[in-house]
Nanobody, 113 residues
Framework: VQLQASGGGLVQAGGSLTLSCTAS????????MGWYRQAPGKQRDMAAT???????NYADSVKGRFTISRDNAKNTVYLQMNSLKPEDTAVYYC????????WGQGTQVTVSS
């Protein structure tokens, strides 16, 4: 199963974006799906995850601003990002975890001040 991420772009601080991650097969292939992000010169960190049962987990830095959700019928996971800050600027990667990690290509999110 492959993952295809989309939805990045340039937005002003305080704005919103929604990222989508669509799987080529069933997202139930993965126990957990999530969004990770990597800013220039920094390591890749978890932003939000969602289990096959719908339980969610967020990095402290995005709690209350980001919402991860899934549409099982569309084999798609979303990341709704509100109240964006310049420090949210990064390449965002979709991840699916089962017995191994599967990564989608990154999508750039740039938040201007």
């Amino acid at each position: 199963v492959q993952l295809q991420a989309s939805g990045g772009g340039l937005v002003q601080a305080g704005g919103s974006l929604t990222l989508s991650c669509t799987a080529s097969g069933s997202i139930f292939s993965f126990n957990v799906m999530g969004w990770y992000r990597q800013a220039p010169g920094k390591q890749r960190d978890m932003a939000a995850t969602i289990t096959s049962g719908g339980s969610t987990n967020y990095a402290d830095s995005v709690k209350g601003r980001f919402t991860i959700s899934r549409d099982n019928a569309k084999n798609t996971v979303y990341l709704q990002m509100n109240s964006l800050k310049p420090e949210d600027t990064a390449v965002y990667y979709c991840n699916g975890r089962s017995y191994k990690d599967t990564w989608g290509q990154g999508t750039q999110v740039t938040v201007s001040s």
